[in-house]
């Protein structure tokens, strides 16, 4: 069936570290996104991508960063630059256009 | 500044009454309106939708309201049932072809 996949689940990074959160979808869509939800506050856009090898910045892209090889995938990393990495990070996709955004289950990022 | 917003962020409702969820937004180009479900530690899944060109959309016990003129939407749950404790976020676009969707900062509903 068809879906979006994040993982990990839950995910711990060093100080200094670079780490990479995995999305994968196979709905077929062209356009991903990145968002992170912090406690008490609303989803925030990392990075979108409408189509392969291209992808844009969101409202919230320092200290990350992403690429879009596959249609299907839509990797972020999180990147030492990241001041405040902890929070849960959310993977969408949607077909072209202003269409319904379909999420994955999310992946929580806590920093050792 | 919070583009879209709700203003409650809880809200207790009991058993079989209706449920009504708030979100305004203050720009005027916004017009394609979504509403998502939260669970804990869980992504959002789609509720409902409407775009600028109707005012309702209705879907089973779901009910979304859109009154343009005073930037205001707001969904209805009737009756409200157990399983429809949980986090509500609406959230806007515009039509100029940005993919791009604003959230507000979600109403916890517990019923």
């Known amino acids: 069936d068809g879906g979006i996949t994040q993982s990990p689940k839950y995910l711990f990074r060093k100080e200094g570290q670079n780490v990479t959160l995995s999305c994968e979808q196979n709905?077929?869509?062209?356009?991903m996104y990145w968002y992170r939800q912090d406690p008490g506050q609303g989803l925030r856009l990392i990075y979108y991508s409408q189509i392969v090898n291209d992808f844009q910045k969101g409202d919230i892209a320092e200290g990350y960063s992403v690429s879009r090889e596959k249609k299907e995938s839509f990797p972020l990393t999180v990147t030492s630059a990241q001041k405040n990495p902890t929070a849960f990070y959310l993977c969408?996709?949607?077909?072209?256009?202003?269409?319904?955004?379909?999420f994955g289950p999310g992946t929580r990022l806590l920093v050792l | 500044d919070q583009q879209v917003k709700q203003n409650s962020p809880s809200l207790s409702v009991q058993e079989g009454r209706i449920s009504i969820l708030n979100c305004d937004y203050t720009n005027s180009m916004f017009d394609y309106f979504l509403w998502y479900k939260k669970y804990p530690a869980e992504g959002p899944t789609f509720l409902i939708s409407?775009?600028?060109?109707?005012d309702k959309n209705e879907d089973g016990r779901f009910t979304v309201f859109l009154n343009k003129s005073a930037k205001h939407l707001s969904l209805h749950i009737v009756p409200s049932q157990p399983g429809d404790s949980a986090v509500y976020f609406c959230?806007?676009?515009?039509?100029?072809?940005?993919?791009?969707?604003?959230f507000g900062t979600g109403t916890r509903l517990k019923v």
């Open positions: 709905l077929n869509h062209d356009a």
């Open positions: 959230a806007a676009s515009g039509s100029s072809g940005t993919y791009k969707y604003i």
């Open positions: 409407i775009s600028s060109i109707k």
């Open positions: 969408a996709s949607s077909p072209v256009g202003l269409e319904t955004q379909y």
